[in-house]
């Protein structure tokens, strides 16, 4: 599915293996944050969560009380609508996909 760029979407940032994860889970970065706005949306006032999957090592996104418990994931980054994750928040969750990168 092509998704038109849109410059005000959320977008994580241009290099980092979460970078290079999250366009292998979702296949563009546009694709991404054209999801990432969807589960916002579903999600109203409780927002989403960024996750990375334990057990299969994939990333996904998570809303709370409404995708049921999440015992087999990590929480990356969680955003409501209007927030924008700050760099250090991206470097948190590069940095623990490096982890489990190196522990799998």
């Known amino acids: 599915m092509a998704v038109d760029p849109d410059p005000d979407r959320l977008l994580p940032p241009a290099a980092g293996l979460i970078t290079m994860r999250i366009t292998r889970e979702f296949g563009s970065l546009e694709e991404f944050s ?4 969807r589960a916002l949306a579903r999600g109203g006032e409780r927002g989403a969560t960024i996750v990375a999957v334990l057990d299969r090592g994939d990333l996904a996104v998570h809303i709370p009380r409404e995708d049921g418990p999440s015992w087999n994931t990590v929480p ?11 760099s250090e928040q991206w470097a948190v969750a590069n940095a623990i996909i490096e982890k489990r990168e190196r522990y799998r």
Do not use: A, K
Not at 34 to 37: P, V, Y
Not at 76 to 86: A, M, V
């Open 76 to 86: 990356l980054i969680h955003l409501r609508r209007g927030d924008e994750p700050t």
């Open 34 to 37: 054209h999801s990432l706005e």
